[in-house]
Structure formats: structure tokens, C-alpha cells
């Protein structure tokens, strides 16, 4: 059975850094794209960043110029490199991984179980 294991997460100041992985366990195909999602409480789950098999990558306004996606989709691996660190960035942090395509190309919508970013003087 295909999991995403997420890791990196925790307690840093604001200002701060934090690196976030997520790879896949299991015999899975290639991505066609891979991203980071995030929830605070009281809110819906919103997109962080996402990069794409051809390599282009995308970014919510809110992390643009902080936060940095990177990764194979080939293999399945993401990670979310993120610097000056606000407040507002608090939140459970989620990898996804989706593949595209009509059945016999074995699509698929993979989450992770996520990882808690609090971000706290």
C-alpha cells in the first residue's frame, strides 16, 4: 500500500526555517505533479506550492519569495524549503502527489498524514 511520509516539521520563532520532506513508501509511478498544502484551524486547506513533472512550480501569494518547493516527481519526493517564517504560516502541513490519465494509466490522488508547523516567540 502506498503511504507519503511527511517529516520536518515542529516549533521555530518567527524569522526562522524550517525544511519539510515527503517521499513515497511503496511501489508507486511517477507524478504528474506534487504540492504542499496547508490548514489552521478554523480554515480550509489551501495550497502552498506545487511543482510539476516538466519542473514549473507554483506558489499561494502569501509564501511567494520565503518558500521554496523542490523535488523529482519522477520518484515521487517533494520538499518545502521554507525561510522567514510568519505567525500566520501556522498550520498542519500536507504533501500530495497526483498522477493524471484514463485508467490504464493508473491514475492517483495521494495525501500525507501532515506535519504540524507552529510558528511562536
Known amino acids: 500500500q502506498v503511504q507519503l511520509v511527511e517529516s520536518g516539521g515542529g516549533l521555530v520563532q518567527p524569522g526562522g526555517s524550517l525544511r519539510l520532506s515527503c517521499a513515497a513508501s511503496?511501489?508507486?509511478?511517477?507524478?504528474?505533479?506534487m504540492g504542499w498544502y496547508r490548514q489552521s484551524p478554523g480554515k480550509g486547506r489551501e495550497l502552498v506550492a506545487v511543482?510539476?513533472?516538466?519542473?514549473?512550480?507554483n506558489y499561494a501569494d502569501s509564501v511567494k519569495g520565503r518558500f521554496t518547493i523542490s523535488g523529482d516527481t519522477a520518484k515521487v519526493t517533494v520538499y518545502l524549503q521554507m525561510n522567514s517564517l510568519k505567525d500566520e504560516d501556522t498550520a498542519v502541513y500536507y504533501c500530495?502527489?497526483?498522477?493524471?490519465?484514463?485508467?490504464?494509466?493508473?491514475?492517483?490522488?495521494?495525501w500525507g498524514q501532515g506535519t504540524q508547523v507552529t510558528v511562536s516567540s
Open positions: 500530495n502527489a497526483r498522477r493524471s490519465g484514463m485508467s490504464w494509466q493508473f491514475p492517483y490522488d495521494y
Open positions: 511503496g511501489n508507486i509511478l511517477s507524478a504528474n505533479a
Open positions: 511543482i510539476h513533472s516538466g519542473g514549473i512550480t
